[in-house]
């Protein structure tokens, strides 16, 4: 028996458990794609406070996934390198981009509830555990995306893009 199939018999990741974190992985680069593609697009616009919003944000879920791919290789377990094809490269305007990124948020959150459920029901703990940061950054995550949108909308469209530019910088300006 090689190294890698007795690392495998070892691990406490059930095939289940590691499909799904897997699978997460490739949510995780996804996402991160399209926040390039945002921060890309509004750059191009002029938009340069959004377009640092969304370049860190972009940065910040390649670092979910690798958070991800960290903890399978640790549990003795193989982590998958994900592909990320098709991304949104052209958007309408803002505005659209804001609620194209709340709707990702909230199907993000989504996923990581169904992963902790069934790490729950398989009795992995462990994971379960580990899934509980994820939880607490949806919060945030999903937090300002909706931000954005309530910026724009209060800032009334654009007759005021350059002021929401800025505030939206704002919103990052503690990392
Ligand atoms: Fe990694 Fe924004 O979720």
């Excluded at 377009?51 to 940065?59: L, S, V």
């Excluded at 998958?80 to 659209?96: A, K, M, Q, W």
């Excluded at 994971?127 to 931000?147: G, M, N, P, S």
């Amino acid at each position: 028996m090689n190294t890698a199939t007795i690392l495998r018999q070892k691990t406490y990741l059930q095939d289940s458990v590691l499909d799904t974190l897997n699978k997460q992985m490739g949510v995780e680069a996804r996402s991160s794609a399209i926040y390039l593609s945002m921060s890309a697009w509004c750059y191009a616009q002029g938009l340069r406070g959004c377009g640092e919003f969304f370049r860190k944000q972009a940065h910040e879920e390649r670092e979910h996934m690798m958070k991800i791919f960290n903890y399978i290789v640790e549990a003795g377990a193989l982590a998958v390198s994900p592909e990320v094809t098709n991304v949104e490269r052209t958007f309408d305007d803002l505005r659209s981009i804001f609620v194209m990124a709340l709707d990702q948020e909230i199907e993000i959150t989504e996923n990581f509830n169904k992963m902790t459920e069934l790490c729950q029901k398989n009795r992995d703990f462990q994971t379960a555990r580990f899934l509980q940061w994820y939880l607490d950054e949806q919060r945030e995550e999903e937090w300002q995306a909706r931000r954005c949108i309530e910026i724009f909308d209060l800032m009334n469209a654009k007759d005021a893009l350059y002021d929401i530019d800025r505030e939206i910088h704002n919103l990052k300006k503690k990392d």
